[in-house]
């Protein structure tokens, strides 16, 4: 099991940065991938972007590529999304899923 808790979110203008912080505490984290996916209004939810354990393989959905980065700090048990030149259509609540778990999410919103 593992305790997912995602920070970050806020207010941003278009153009601008936001970094997401997932915090993991539990037996399920070490070894696995973990993904951060997102849910716009009235929209299903979708995956940004994934990390694998060692860091060396990644994937972004194609939106998001350019901008976007995932890294992860195994020591802190901590995955980052670290989020660039931001659009309006970016605006979600972003959550942070590793295996069957996920965190609460964090909200997202990009002002035109």
């Known amino acids: 099991q593992v305790q997912l808790v995602e920070s970050g979110g806020g207010l941003v203008q278009a153009g601008g940065s936001l970094r997401l912080s997932c915090a993991a505490s539990g037996r399920t984290f070490d070894g696995y991938t973990v993904s951060w996916y997102r849910q716009a209004p009235g929209k299903e939810r979708e995956v940004v972007a994934t990390i694998n354990w060692t860091g060396f393989s990644t994937y972004y959905t194609d939106s998001v590529k350019g901008r976007f980065s995932i890294s992860r700090d195994n020591a802190k048990r901590t995955v980052y999304l670290q989020m660039n030149s931001l659009k309006p259509e970016d605006t979600a609540i972003y959550y942070c899923?590793?295996?069957?778990?996920w965190g609460q999410g964090t909200q997202v919103t990009v002002s035109s």
């Open positions: 899923k590793v295996s069957i778990y």
